[in-house]
């Protein structure tokens, strides 16, 4: 008996052993499984397509998890139909928001298995995944049908390193300010045309009982975003951190301190909602879609939401340029938000499929999202009436304002290097807590920004 | 035999009774090397799962890198900059240890009191000690959601603040997340308050073990109530109470998803501990070996904590037996 069972305790021992060994040689890396990279079965398809016999599937990240959401519609129409098309190929939906994503994508290509299509941002926050090879050009792919016509003029430039254009984005924003007219009219307020009256709109507001300004300050991005517009204007035009880069200025130059007191000029007049840094994204924006505050500042993206929402009923919200700051800037320039963007492995095991895919899925982008009445703010120029198509008024007026854009700056995590950036979100957010001086904050990027250089 | 004594020792002692106990029990006679190979397939999980991904961080706490690309090899400088030069770093540790101590020195001693309570006056305490465990099963993204409201400003109907206002108290108003000088005690609260049933359940089930006998033979010798509770409670439900009383440093230690659902570290690193300014570093600023420095780090602080907590009771542990 004790030798069977030590026979057994043997065999079993080696079994487990050999089963757990997959363990050890993976990577370290959290304990991600579900997604592995594209694999092939060779079971031969009876329906006899023409092409291949070979079942193929494609890895889909995304960022449009939302069934509410227009862009998800228009994703699984689009997937839909080109699975019909080409019975042997299945595309697998790997839908994040976008918070999700980032993280797993930062997962997956620290052990070099990134899925067959994912999602990236534009310019800074590109540059390390395209520094580790990780993405594979996609200069051929865009000739194919035309596909790079389609592009707004400039556009593909935020996602071209080398000559090589490696992503292909879904957007092309602009950050305006949504207002709530009736709100405005009860506070007997105006549109704000410069930075200083913008301020004054906000205490009479504040003294009717309304919250001027609804941010969602959680996310930190939210307030960076409206200080480097702030910013955009005292600088007097677009460029400001490309000279910090380029070693022409430092963060402590008059035109970024003066940024700091205008911008703490305005939270300390009240403009933001009560308890601002523990609202998220989603919970500062409902408060202005439920009619609860009278100002909102955000990308052009924002405006689908909007529209259908409580506050946005009977073209109840209307949008304005953000201001000049002391007769500093132009309204014309605007912070631009080229939008994520479909990135291709550059060790896709089928990534002549995938290209051909992302070409198809580019190609019919444009027309989807404008049947699915999302077409507002999208990289490619769409052929179509919008205003008879249905669009509201708010939409047709975000559209003019696009055709007034001359330039602008983008946001400050696509400028600078990840590290620079969280310093400089920590810092902006720090300011709806508590008053410092501007000299301090300035201080405070131009350390952050050379240690991280 | 040592039996009752042995049972309540927990695993992180070894002492010499207990490998007696483990040889009294080898009853079978069978070979070291079947012992070894049933233990084989947990040592090789462990080793897989904790031991070997420890080695890695403590390899990458050394590096360079950005998770991505390229990494270089710079020794210790990661912790040079960790303690010398990390503005965060030091503030965030302080949280920490200030959210184990009210964990250790508050929360657990009311779940001690309150489980003394429970045994010795609800007759039918399971369903009581089921509901101060609720809240440990429940999400914490939903704790964190439900405490969020309640610490709302009064203008978006936070409950907390509209009873100070309905008590006429409006100067103790704060915006309880918001303010950095108080969130960090709003978010603290939170946690003791979620895993408080977490403790009653375990002293419980210590003082539950004790057996009745015990009591009975007290009671004749005049020690009753709380003076039976000093003398026989207190003392026999010294090893519990460390399980206990390590679980809560450690689980403070690594807190992380709370303050990230509640304040995601803001305003400013207010509320930064050590784990989310971990998580802030290696996936945020994309600096994997300063993240992982960190991590090893906690690591450390985690084992040298555990034995000296270990010592301590070790000490108690001999002055009552």
Not at chain 1, 206 to 211: L, R
Not at chain 1, 247 to 265: I, L, N, R, Y
Not at chain 2, 227 to 256: C, E, N, W
């Amino acid at each position: 008996m004790t030798k069977r069972t030590r026979m057994l305790g043997a065999v079993m021992a080696g079994v487990l052993a050999l089963s757990l060994a997959a363990c050890g040689s993976g990577s370290s890396n959290g304990g991600d499984t579900t997604t592995t990279p594209a694999d092939t079965t060779t079971t031969t398809t009876d329906n006899g397509n023409s092409n291949s016999n070979e079942k193929i599937t494609i890895t889909f990240q995304n960022i449009y998890p939302d069934t509410t959401d227009p862009k998800n519609k228009m994703l699984h129409k689009i997937v839909d139909q080109y699975q019909k098309d080409h019975p042997n190929i299945t595309i697998e939906l790997d839908s994040l928001n976008t918070d999700q994503q980032k993280l797993k994508l930062k997962t997956q290509a620290a052990s070099k298995e990134v899925p067959d299509i994912t999602i990236v941002n534009p310019a800074a926050q590109m540059q390390p995944f395209i520094d580790a090879d990780l993405f594979a050009p996609l200069n051929e792919m865009i000739e194919q049908n035309g596909l790079k016509d389609t592009f707004q003029q400039g556009i593909l430039d935020y996602y071209t390193f080398n000559g090589n254009v490696y992503a292909l984005p879904d957007g092309n924003n602009i950050a305006v300010v949504y207002y709530n007219k009736s709100l405005f009219e009860k506070a007997g307020v105006k549109v704000p045309t410069t930075f200083e009256e913008m301020v004054d709109v906000v205490k009479q507001l504040k003294a009717k009982g309304i919250t001027p300004m609804a941010i969602g300050e959680k996310d930190s991005w939210t307030g960076s975003f409206l200080f480097m517009n702030v910013l955009l204007r005292t600088n007097g035009g677009p460029g400001f951190l490309k000279d910090v880069v380029d070693g022409k200025k430092t963060f402590e130059d008059p035109a970024f301190k003066e940024a700091v007191d205008a911008f703490e000029s305005l939270i300390q007049a009240g403009a933001f909602q009560d308890g601002v840094t523990s609202f998220d994204y989603n919970a500062g924006e409902n408060l202005f879609k439920t009619g609860k505050a009278a100002m909102y500042f955000m990308g052009s993206w924002a405006t689908g939401g909007i529209e259908t929402s409580e506050a946005g009923k009977d073209n109840n919200v209307g949008v304005f340029k953000f201001p000049t700051v002391k007769g500093k800037g132009n309204p014309d320039e605007f912070m631009l938000a080229p939008g994520s963007a479909f990135a291709v492995s550059k060790d896709s095991k089928h990534l002549k499929e995938t290209l051909d895919f992302l070409n198809y899925f580019m190609l019919n982008y444009p027309k989807e999202a404008f049947d699915a009445k999302g077409a507002v703010g999208i990289a490619q120029t769409v052929d179509g009436d919008f205003k008879a198509a249905g669009y509201s008024d708010m939409a047709m007026d975000v559209l003019n304002l696009f055709k007034e854009v001359k330039g602008g700056d983008l946001a400050f995590d696509n400028t600078m290097n990840p590290g620079t950036a969280q310093a400089h979100l920590s810092s902006i957010q720090n300011l709806f807590v508590a008053k410092k001086d501007a000299s301090d904050v300035a201080k405070e990027h131009q350390t952050a920004y050379e240690e991280n250089k | 035999m040592a039996y009752g004594r042995g049972r309540h020792t927990p695993p992180f002692v070894v002492d010499e009774r207990d490998v007696k106990e483990a040889e009294a029990l080898n009853v079978l006679k069978v070979s070291g090397w079947v012992i070894a190979a049933f233990v084989l397939p947990c040592l090789l999980l462990y080793v897989c799962l904790v031991f070997i991904p420890i080695l890695v961080s403590i390899y990458s706490g050394m590096l360079d890198w950005n998770g991505i690309g390229a990494s270089k090899f710079i020794g210790f400088a990661n912790y040079t900059k960790m303690f010398t030069n990390d503005s965060v770093f030091w503030p965030a540790l302080g949280r920490t240890f200030l959210l184990a101590g009210f964990s250790m020195l508050v929360q657990v001693p009311i779940a001690l009191f309150v489980a003394i309570l429970i045994s010795r006056y609800v007759r039918r305490p399971n369903f009581l000690v089921s509901s101060y465990f609720l809240p440990v099963i429940l999400s914490v993204v939903i704790i964190g959601q439900l405490w969020k409201t309640i610490y709302n400003p009064a203008s978006m109907g936070g409950m907390i603040n509209q009873i100070l206002i309905g008590l006429g108290l409006d100067s103790w108003m704060h915006s309880w997340l918001t303010e950095p000088k108080v969130a960090i005690f709003a978010v603290i609260l939170v946690s003791l308050w979620q895993y408080l049933g977490y403790h009653i359940l375990i002293q419980f089930t210590g003082i539950q073990n004790i057996p009745a006998d015990i009591y009975e033979a007290a009671k004749i010798d005049g020690a009753e109530g709380f003076k039976a509770d000093r003398y026989i409670t207190l003392p026999m439900i010294v090893p519990i109470f460390k399980i206990s009383v390590v679980l809560s440093f450690i689980g403070s230690l690594q807190s992380f998803d709370l303050i990230m659902v509640m304040t995601g570290g803001g305003p400013a690193h207010a509320t930064d501990v050590i784990s989310s300014h971990m998580y802030n570093m290696s996936f945020l600023s994309m600096k994997y070996g300063y993240g992982s420095a960190i991590a090893t780090f906690l690591v450390f602080v985690c084992l040298l904590a555990t034995l000296i907590i270990n010592f301590l009771f070790t000490r108690l542990d001999k002055r009552y037996s």
